[in-house]
């Protein structure tokens, strides 16, 4: 689903000139649950979102589902985020003026929905995710982990092929930071494709892939069945 070869990103401002991304190379395959992790300023940040189309390469291909993105035009790229990028923030991002429902709405607005179907949509979704008794409230009125749910249910409502996540447990307490990576896996367990930035060991735990970055580059990667492998051994030495 998503290819990306020798990708690199440079930041310039007058005096100072920042190599945030450095040929980075990835493959993702749909149903893939991949973490991305490393200290901060490694560039993680800075390759969701050009993963998710909302900021441009400086050199490199990245293609998505086989269309090259880097030097596509704003018109193309939009149309290829709004129909299969489903996104889920640190900070939630959900709009205060907006109840849940009408949060949830809003990217079927964008994407041309009738509004019978958005009822439909929503509702189902809502069901899903758990979130239908707070249809009517805004924001402010829900707990943390309430909001990251609206928000969960928002990027979720157009059926994204792709969820990207940037540090989505990072603002809530471990119970609704559970609750939310508890949703993430169910989503990716149904087949959902969920790229996720962390900076939590634990949160990582829950993806099938973690790709470990340093100084905007991938310097290495491990799989579930890996640390599978290395709990069990670590099992094994204590029990002898
Ligand atoms: N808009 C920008 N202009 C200039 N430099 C930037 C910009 N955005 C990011 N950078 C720089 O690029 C590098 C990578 O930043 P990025 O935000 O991707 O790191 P990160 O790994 O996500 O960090 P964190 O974990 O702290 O969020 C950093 O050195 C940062 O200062």
């Not at 003026?97 to 809003?106: A, D, H, K």
Request: aromatic share 6%; proline share 2%; hydrophobic share 35%.
């Amino acid at each position: 689903m998503i290819n990306v070869q020798n990708l690199s990103k440079i930041y310039k401002t007058e005096d100072v000139q920042t190599n945030a991304l450095n040929n980075v190379s990835l493959h993702i395959k749909g149903g893939d649950f991949v973490a991305i992790m490393g200290p901060s300023g490694c560039g993680k940040s800075t390759f969701l979102n050009i993963l998710g189309l909302l900021d441009d390469a400086s050199a490199g291909s990245y293609k998505f589902a086989e269309v090259e993105t880097v030097k596509a035009g704003e018109k193309k790229k939009s149309t290829i985020r709004k129909k299969n990028i489903g996104f889920i923030f640190q900070n939630f991002n959900l709009i205060d003026e907006l109840n849940v429902y009408e949060n949830i709405e809003l990217p079927l607005i964008y994407n041309g929905v009738s509004s019978s179907e958005r009822k439909r949509r929503v509702e189902e979704i809502m069901e899903q995710i758990n979130i239908g008794h707070r249809a009517k409230h805004y924001p402010q009125q829900l707990s943390g982990g309430q909001q990251q749910r609206a928000a969960v249910a928002r990027a979720l409502v157009t059926k994204p092929q792709l969820i990207l996540a940037d540090e989505p447990t990072g603002n809530l307490d471990s119970s609704n930071g559970n609750e939310v990576m508890n949703l993430l896996a169910e989503l990716h367990r149904e087949g959902s494709t969920i790229i996720m930035v962390t900076h939590s060991s634990y949160d990582a735990g829950f993806a099938s892939r973690i790709v470990n970055m340093k100084d905007g580059e991938i310097f290495n990667e491990e799989h579930a069945s890996q640390r599978r492998d290395v709990f069990e051994k670590a099992d094994a030495q204590e029990l002898q």
